[in-house]
């Protein structure tokens, strides 16, 4: 996928497990995914505005930083992070090896190939309107009644309780 990183601009980014398979069904691989991806915002990598984890796939509103302009690594060191904890997961017998997809090759694949979609957010409205749609996903998906009930999401924090798993960055950033 072509990614066109511009400095100082939004992305709204979605990525998904293999085949669309619910792998994050496990809230120990979602409270995991969660400890990663505020790692990367508290490593200065990104600065993050929304998120949102689903059984399938997951989408972020992220900034890049000027430690990390190019939001094609990061991703990168995301997704290996996480497969570490993946690794883990089917260590500790948390995962079954034989509900993981596999490449080709054998080995297991977590992530669909292809990077996701990707855009560039240029307006404080695109901005609103993503942070809307990542946070009303659980709800049009029919998993929660209201965006606050669903514990993996920044929908919490903008209702006021900073207490989940991952901070978002002041609007004032923006």
Request: hydrophobic share 40%; aromatic share 10%; net charge positive.
């Amino acid at each position: 996928m072509r990614r066109y990183d511009a400095p100082g601009c939004h992305r709204f980014l979605t990525f998904s497990c293999r085949h669309r398979q619910p792998l994050f069904e496990s809230p120990w691989l979602r409270d995991r995914f969660a400890v990663q991806l505020e790692a990367l915002r508290t490593d200065g990598s990104i600065q993050l505005t929304a998120w949102v984890l689903m059984p399938n796939h997951v989408h972020l509103l992220l900034r890049p930083t000027d430690l990390a302009p190019r939001i094609g690594p990061t991703l990168q060191k995301l997704k290996r992070r996480f497969r570490e904890d993946v690794d883990l997961a089917l260590d500790l017998g948390i995962l079954d090896r034989s509900q993981l997809p596999r490449h080709r090759s054998g080995g297991i694949a977590f992530w669909q190939p292809g990077g996701g979609f990707d855009a560039n957010i240029l307006t404080t409205f695109g901005i609103l309107i993503r942070t809307n749609y990542i946070h009303e996903n659980p709800v049009r998906r029919g998993l929660v009644a209201r965006p606050t009930d669903w514990p993996w999401s920044s929908a919490r924090w903008y209702a006021g309780d900073r207490s989940g798993p991952v901070g978002i960055d002041e609007i004032a950033t923006w």
